[in-house]
């Protein structure tokens, strides 16, 4: 069985929603916990009964310390502060072995388990973003990613764990300060700050809009393949990560500010829309 847990408002439904419908189309040994972070996600989530769900609200969720720093975050800021948390509580509470962090903005094209088996015996999986090199920003938003992670209820899994829970608890805020940015910036010494860190080499664990242009992309008999441009590596697509990502009122769809080929648009952005 593969835990997976993510969290999202009402704002985020809709991509929550496509990741969950992705994740049930390619993986069938697998649980989604879903930290609804208003009423009406959890009360649309709770209507829809989902198969391999668990939604949890609020007022189940939030301990003393984050109820203590919420008002003096962002919402944003707070969803960040958050992801660490809700990793811990479904390890936690369902007394679950190990325990995956999605972002809502992922949407999978193939089984994410051959990314989580690729950590081995190791307890912590990182991505990094892998950044095409005119969109790095790795100096302010960090080398890797909090989009796709993994942790082990191990001695290893949960030090690093609660270390990151602590840190976010204490400063998490949408600047770059101090060597900080959000709860990502945190990431960057991992490999060597902890023990039993995995960073994932697989290329389809983490396209992005922010490195697919490194890539050239190519559909055979369903399934969705990458091929890096200085290499010729071939892989499978397993996520895309939909950064930026806008349905606008006028029924109009904004891609974000990356630049994106047709290729790209055909092969990822339409499916997903």
Known sequence: MYNYCTLFDSNYLTRGLALYESLKRYSDNFHLYIFAFDDLAYNL???LNLENVTVIPLNEFEDHQ??????????????WTCTPSIIKYSIETYALDSC????????FFSNPAVLIEEMGDKSILITEHRYTSIYDQSSTSGIYCVQFMTFKNDKKGMTALNWWRKACNNWCYARFEDG??????????????????HVLKNLGGGVAPWNVQQYKLVKENNNLYGIKKTTSERFQIVFYHFHNFKILSNNKIDLGNYKLDNNVIECLYKPYV
């Open 45 to 47: 989530l709770s209507k």
């Open 66 to 79: 984050l109820l203590r720093i919420k008002n003096h975050r962002t919402k944003t800021e707070y969803c």
């Open 100 to 107: 995956t962090y999605l972002d809502a903005d992922l949407y």
């Open 180 to 197: 900080k940015f959000g709860d990502q910036k945190y990431l960057d010494d991992w490999p060597i700050r902890f023990k039993g860190v």
